[in-house]
């Protein structure tokens, strides 16, 4: 690896929804099959989610209306989206490309259902051996493939952009590894559909003035991409290019879950408030537990008054599901800096705000 470029790989399961049915059911093998809404004998409205590759000989692709994937193949498989099953499915490969980050030091981030990327521009371990990106893609692969039994391809490059369009390169089963001297070559050939931002809009816009590759629209410059698409139009200035600065972004730093409540009547009695607060507490707790996690870092309290300012006040410690008293008594001394102290004792009405709002959030999970 060339070590002053970063190696981005982009991970993304073919036809997921679709592989996702035909391992539940062997039999469905070869054949085409075509998740989304009730087709109804071609008087469905809704769309297609996903084609398998089968189905997609037929013309069939996401996005289309069902009655016409129907017309196209009425003895495809019409299945209804099965969301449990591709959240379970999708839960063991993050887990297996976690793993494959831990293991040679490097970033990863879920991007969606179906994909990922991992930054593996440090990649060694213990021996300080350096590893090849294929060897790496290979065993991505492999793993997803032996272990839950579905595809996925694999691009590698020198940012997220690249890697990206390199997974959506030679899919099905694809493996694409682009280095940074190749980057403009892979690029210039391209339809312009392949860049991530160009949509169905900004196309028929760029096919109106001929552009139709990468190549074609490398040749306006950044005034002209302005006047055509504003602030758009710049990034895709550097899209074409080749270039994205975005860092990947640890999932567990970002994620957060949080709930609130908002008071029929603003409110600056505890006796109101408390009874509410901490059913939201265990809410919180609950939903997280049942994402599959235990421990966090953060809790942050928010509230807002009956102007509308809103205030947090967050604490950070090592915190576990299992120990919700130390939640709840933490989470409540923060938001005593909130209520009027006069009405703790019950004596002298308080000149402060009342309360609107009351809201729990946890974060930085572990
Ligand atoms: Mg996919």
Redesign the pocket.
Known sequence: MVKNHRTIFHV?????FASSEERENPHFKGKPIVVGANPLNGKGRGVVSTANYEARKYGIHSAMPISKAWRLCPKAIFLPVNSSLYERISYAVMKILANVSEKYNGKFEQAGI??AYIDLSNANNFHNHTYYPREIAEEIKTAIREREKIIASVGVGPNMLIAKIASDFQKPDGLTIVSPQKTQAFLDPLDIRKIPGIGPKTEIIFRKLKINTVFDLRQLDQPYLYDLLGEHGISLYESARGKDKREIAKFHETKSVSNDYTFPNDTDDLSIILPEFFPIVRRVIALFESQGFRNFKTITVRVRFSDFKTHTKSKSAGYSVTDIETIERDALRLLWHFVPHSKIIGKTPSRRKKIRLIGFRISNFS
């Open positions: 993304d399961l073919d036809a997921f179906d994909e």
